[in-house]
T-cell receptor, first 113, second 113 residues
Framework: KAGVTQTPRYLIKTRGQQVTLSCSPISGHRSVSWYQQTPGQGLQFLFEYFSETQRNKGNFPGRFSGRQFSNSRSEMNVSTLELGDSALYLC????????????FGPGTRLTVT | AQSVTQPDIHITVSEGASLELRCNYSYGATPYLFWYVQSPGQGLQLLLKYFSGDTLVQGIKGFEAEFKRSQSSFNLRKPSVHWSDAAEYFCAVGKTGANNLFFGTGTRLTVIP
């Protein structure tokens, strides 16, 4: 069974631009969560989608948004990029919407210049 | 609110030596606890989890962890470390009804020959 895939793996953007990251969960998994990993703040939860609905949201500004499609694939968008948005963005999928094992993708490394 | 503390930022052990990584959590209800490992440039791999039942849980790669409610701890152990175990280890806590995890700051493990 294929694991969680994230595209692109690396991305360089300029301040003020916007970016869209994509995540394909493991087949049959309906929950997708997004996390931001930085050296200073560590791993922080962004949001979770289950059956195309955002169920939980972390403490991030509204510039961070996401969505989930009917095939469970998910995208996250960051608008008006800031230097501090440089991070590794990790996507994780789970079979169900209650607490469950989360399987992580390799991440997208975003660099904002 | 949940929180996780990993008091050791960096640990160095000799190959073949035993290992214990500490994790303390704060959560009012029954916690759901996880240990993940991250190799450089990679996503997170689940080592083991505790949801309920036997407080000593076995995971992959020869790791085990013990849940001690009285000490609010979930320490990770391995009897004999291999050079390939060098990585960063994260303890995380979750709650029922949600797939958002709160991670500790991680412990970087160095293995010397």
């Amino acid at each position: 069974k294929a694991g969680v895939t994230q595209t692109p793996r690396y991305l360089i953007k300029t301040r003020g631009q916007q970016v869209t990251l994509s995540c394909s969960p493991i087949s049959g998994h309906r929950s997708v969560s997004w996390y931001q990993q930085t050296p200073g703040q560590g791993l922080q939860f962004l949001f979770e989608y289950f059956s195309e609905t955002q169920r939980n949201k972390g403490n991030f500004p509204g510039r961070f948004s996401g969505r989930q499609f009917s095939n469970s694939r998910s995208e996250m968008n960051v608008s008006t990029l800031e230097l501090g948005d440089s991070a590794l963005y990790l996507c994780a999928s789970s079979r169900q919407g209650t607490i469950d094992e989360q399987y992580f993708g390799p991440g997208t490394r975003l660099t904002v210049t | 609110a949940q929180s996780v503390t990993q008091p050791d930022i960096h640990i160095t052990v000799s190959e073949g030596a035993s290992l214990e990584l500490r994790c303390n959590y704060s959560y009012g209800a029954t916690p759901y606890l996880f240990w993940y490992v991250q190799s450089p440039g990679q996503g997170l791999q689940l080592l083991l989890k505790y949801f309920s039942g036997d407080t000593l849980v076995q995971g992959i790669k020869g790791f085990e962890a013990e849940f001690k409610r009285s000490q609010s701890s979930f320490n990770l152990r391995k009897p004999s470390v291999h050079w390939s175990d060098a990585a960063e280890y994260f303890c995380a806590v979750g709650k029922t009804g949600a797939n958002n995890l709160f991670f500790g700051t991680g412990t970087r493990l160095t293995v010397i020959p």
